[in-house]
Each structure stands twice: as structure tokens, then as C-alpha cells.
């Protein structure tokens, strides 16, 4: 089992920054892909980012790909989404996940989450 724990969420205005954390127990954090989803009011849940299990690569959803950064830090069983030039439709709960593979973009790949950070941007 890994749980994780999300943080970091809050009330921005747009335009502005936030950085997300999940820390990570259970099994061995660096055996997992980890990745980032959201889902906002009405809506399905959807890819944000995700980073290999080493972090040497990463991958992001076109709608915010060159504003949110992808990390994770292996001696801190923790991954991270630094949040920039936010926008009204980046209103989401964010939640982390664990991928027992390589490096996935498919939410049903996943086979852990979290319970869940709420984001808000407001004008």
C-alpha cells in the first residue's frame, strides 16, 4: 500500500502561483511513476503531469504544459506541481497518484491516490 497525502492548495488570484505537495508512505516512493490529476465541478477527472520514477522525464496535459512544473524528491517521498500564470480554469480539486508503471498519462494506470486538494483561482 503507499498513501499519499496532498498539500498546498488554496485561493489564488489569476496569474498567480501555488505549489501543490504529496508525500508519499507505504512502499518504496522512487518504485513508482507519480502523477498529477484534477477534476473540477461537473467535470471528469483529467491528466495534469506526470514524472518517472527517477524523475528524468516528464509529461504534461496541453492546457498546462510551459506554466506547471513537475519534481519529485526521492529522499523526501514527495512529489511536487509548482503552479504558474494560473487561470480561472485551473479551478480543480488536484489530487496525486502512484503508477506501478514507468511513466503513464492514464488515470486507470494509477492505482493509488490522495484524498484531494482543493484549488481555487479567482479574478
Known amino acids: 500500500q503507499v498513501q499519499l497525502v496532498e498539500s498546498g492548495g488554496g485561493l489564488v488570484q489569476s496569474g498567480g502561483s501555488l505549489r501543490l505537495s504529496c508525500a508519499a508512505s507505504g512502499r518504496t516512493f522512487s518504485n513508482y511513476a507519480m502523477g498529477w490529476f484534477r477534476q473540477a465541478p461537473g467535470k471528469e477527472r483529467e491528466f495534469v503531469a506526470t514524472i518517472t520514477r527517477n524523475g528524468g522525464n516528464t509529461n504534461y496535459a496541453g492546457s498546462v504544459s510551459g506554466r506547471f512544473i513537475i519534481s519529485r524528491d526521492n529522499a523526501k517521498n514527495t512529489v511536487y506541481l509548482q503552479m504558474n500564470s494560473l487561470k480561472l480554469e485551473d479551478t480543480a480539486v488536484y489530487y496525486c497518484?502512484?503508477?506501478?508503471?514507468?511513466?503513464?498519462?492514464?488515470?486507470?494506470?494509477?492505482?493509488?491516490w490522495g484524498q484531494g486538494t482543493q484549488v481555487t483561482v479567482s479574478s
Open positions: 497518484a502512484a503508477s506501478s508503471r514507468w511513466f503513464s498519462h492514464v488515470a486507470t494506470e494509477y492505482g493509488y
